[in-house]
């Protein structure tokens, strides 16, 4: 079955660190990668998405992925995180298969930083 | 674009009432999405249309849930007799579908408190 897993649930870093979130993924066929970003009451937004071409897939908010089909990897990346990049983070895979049309998602990782 | 928009953003219910949210897509996007999320987790996919039709729903979906998309515009989503388990937010999604990968853009979602 299609699933995602992120396996950090809670990470902290400093104002400036650099930070990578790890996304692992399933899904049989060619996929469809995506990360968001949710606000605390609030709904989802788009950071970037991956359908193909170049595996380093560029997002807003100085915001990086890199999709790794030999290890089913989407880590998110971003050389230095600001203070308004807490939020929570959620990778998704699309099941687009035949007359599905849902997204997977993990459970998350909730970034803090530190001052 | 004015995004997509979802109304009421709360509501607080007693167990055994009906209620109905809205979802107001982005204009012209064909596919319309309702996740579920409860706290912690990341939103799990409820059901969706292609312009009016209801093209798949999740087991998720119980007898009690209902939604429509009456000519292919705005959606709705029916909760009968609620109940305590029901408390999540509900989540509108809506994308332009086209051949190959397409992006899901989130509504500010709907907080449903069942006392």
């Known amino acids: 079955a299609q699933s995602v897993t992120q396996p950090d649930i809670h990470i902290t870093v400093s104002e400036g660190a650099s930070l990578e979130l790890r996304c692992n993924y399933s899904y049989g066929a060619t996929p469809y990668l995506f990360w968001y970003v949710q606000s605390p009451g609030q709904g989802l937004q788009l950071l970037l998405k991956y359908f193909s071409g170049d595996t380093l897939v560029q997002g807003i908010k100085g915001f990086e992925a890199e999709f790794k089909r030999s290890q089913s990897s989407f880590n998110l990346r971003k050389p230095s995180v600001h203070w308004s990049d807490a939020a929570e983070y959620f990778c998704a895979v699309a099941n687009y298969g035949g007359s599905q049309g849902n997204l997977i998602f993990g459970k998350g990782t909730k970034l803090s930083v530190k001052p | 674009d004015t995004g997509v928009s979802q109304n009421p953003r709360h509501k607080i219910t007693k167990r055994g009432q009906n209620v109905t949210f809205r979802c107001d897509p982005i204009?012209?996007?064909?596919?319309l999405y309702w996740y579920r999320q409860t706290l912690g987790q990341g939103p799990e996919f409820l059901t969706y249309?292609?312009?009016?039709?209801?093209?798949?729903k999740s087991r998720l979906l119980s007898d009690r849930f209902s939604a429509e998309r009456p000519k292919g515009s705005f959606s709705t989503l029916e909760i009968q007799r609620t109940e305590q388990g029901d408390s999540a937010m509900y989540l509108c999604a809506s994308s332009l579908k086209v051949a190959g990968g397409h992006e899901q853009y989130f509504g500010p979602g709907t907080r449903l408190t069942v006392t």
């Open positions: 249309f292609q312009n009016e039709a209801q093209l798949e």
């Open positions: 204009s012209e996007h064909n596919r």
